[in-house]
């Protein structure tokens, strides 16, 4: 899996879907990651930081797209409310914790993420989401 992920912050869905062709480094304030799929990723994270199945989100919509389409891999979608109010208020402890049920779940889909490459990014992006919320913006994910 090659995957470049790109999570930033915008003040609007308007705003977050022009970066679609280009991505958001050079408009937005971002962290780039990859080799991880980020819609799914945002669905586990949802459910270990705020509960819920799967299942319910994904029939929910959620991830919501906001601009592309699947077919191309190149997309930009939000991150919900509920995960970003979650990361954003997370003590460090509840993001280790994330971070290694994630960690988990991800190898037994045969997927190896090291939980500390975990940790880093659920911490980042909690950081990402704490300033974005002081500004009043979203956060996003732009996936090429």
Known sequence: MSIIVEFFAAPDDASAALVLQAGPRRTFESLSFGNFDPEEAVVEWECLLSGGSFEELVEADEPRLVAGQDDDGVIVFAISPRLSAALAEAERSAL????AAWSLQRAKDGE??????????LSDLAVLLSSARRQGQNVYCWVA
Request: avoid cysteine.
């Open 96 to 99: 280790k914790d994330a971070a």
């Open 112 to 121: 190896l993420i090291d939980p500390e490459v975990a940790e880093a990014i």
